[in-house]
């Protein structure tokens, strides 16, 4: 479907500019160079004679960019979220994963998740604000840092979901092309532990080690995962100790929390934060909680979804749903406030994260044509 009569996209005709945003690399915690990905979505969207509103960035991280256009009527309108961070450190485009065609797939750092989406959506959205046919506003935001949780654009997320009919979030879509209508709930905790130090030979006993409570702690940890509830629970990164032949004063680990309801999110944060320790001589400090709520589909997302489904038959291809996803998205925050919520209608590919990323070429020209349906009406 590279170049399908039923759209009015061309899948190879978006070829260079999506490589243009691709070639701009933007690792979250790199503000300017997402600030440089920022500034060209920005004069993309003015050249388009799209409203355009630039919020500064705070704590570090880069801007936020929000796109305006159709008629301010005072309907509900149509919200499109897209995130322009990577996971990829600068310098991984010249090195590991160079921007390259082959066949229908083109590699390079973040086409996946989610420059492809973004990008495609980007179109979907200035097609649809020159459609005469467009009877409400629609709303475009762009975020820098959804790859650490979204901490700065969270609020204005849920700001503007609020009072959005309907939220269309472009991450990737998965298992060759189906959409996400549900995803699990995120929870992080960090876990520090204080010990005693002691010589490990001269003065063993006097010694209270804070790694032998972190071993105890982090199997009681990984114990509470239950894959029949869909309750996984990881601790992913730790560290401690200070030298060979001394016993451990301090242990540090962090723990990921996947649920699928707010009623686990709630039962397992408060356990993992009343955790107490096995040696009472040893002190245990835990900090955090629900990262983002699940994305629990209801009634409103199946009716959305399945206005999807019928845009999708009319424009030449079938679009299915995958089943819960135990990755979280800007779209757990839309969803947990009440409004309709499709997730993964971005571009089609694989390998997000990794040094094989990849998006298909011929996705961008239907997906940007789902896009801007979505966009008209639901």
């Known amino acids: 479907m590279t170049a399908n ?90 090195n590991d994963l160079p921007l390259r065609e082959d066949g229908d797939r083109l590699y390079g750092p973040g086409v996946y998740d989610m420059k492809g989406g973004a990008y495609l959506a980007f179109q979907g959205f200035i097609a649809a ?27 204005m997320i849920e ?103 707010a009623a686990d999110g709630e039962a397992f944060a408060r356990t993992i934060l009343g955790m107490k320790p096995k040696d009472p001589d040893v002190r245990i400090t835990v900090t955090g909680g629900m990262n983002r709520p699940p994305m629990e589909k209801d009634e409103a997302t199946a009716k959305l979804f399945a206005a999807a489904q019928r845009h999708a038959a009319a424009i030449g291809f079938g679009l299915e749903e995958v089943p819960m996803t135990g990755g979280g998205s800007d779209g757990n925050f839309t969803a947990a406030i009440g409004t309709p919520t499709l997730d993964g209608l971005g571009v089609d590919g694989d390998g997000a994260h990794t040094l094989q990323e990849y998006a298909l070429i011929s996705s961008l020209a239907p997906r940007a044509e789902l896009m801007r349906r979505l966009l008209l009406g639901a």
């Open 5 to 94: 009569a039923k759209t009015g996209f061309d899948s190879h005709a978006m070829l260079p500019g999506l490589r243009r945003w691709v070639a701009c690399e933007s690792p979250t915690y790199e503000a300017a160079s997402v600030n440089r990905m920022v500034d060209l979505v920005e004069e993309e969207a003015r050249e388009a004679g799209i409203a355009v509103q630039r919020i500064a960035g705070r704590d570090g991280l880069g801007d936020m960019l929000r796109l305006d256009a159709g008629p301010q009527n005072g309907a509900k309108p149509a919200l499109v979220l897209s995130h322009l961070d990577t996971v990829h450190p600068l310098g991984t485009l010249a």
């Open 129 to 155: 604000a020159k459609d005469k046919a467009l009877g409400a506003p629609i709303r475009f935001l762009f975020t820098p840092d959804e790859e650490i949780g979204s901490p700065t654009s969270r609020a």
């Open 159 to 261: 700001e503007m979901a609020r009072g959005a009919a309907r939220a269309l979030v472009t991450e990737p879509c998965r298992d060759g092309g189906k959409i996400v209508t549900a995803r699990k709930g995120v929870g992080r905790f960090d876990v520090t532990i204080a010990g005693r130090p002691a010589h490990a030979g001269a003065r063993h006993e006097m010694g209270r080690s804070a790694i032998r409570e972190a071993a105890h702690q982090i199997l009681f940890i990984e114990g509470l995962t239950d894959y029949g509830r869909g309750i996984t629970t990881t601790v992913g990164r730790m560290s401690g100790g200070t030298a060979a032949n001394v016993i451990p004063r301090q242990a540090q680990f962090e723990v990921d929390l996947r649920v699928r309801t």
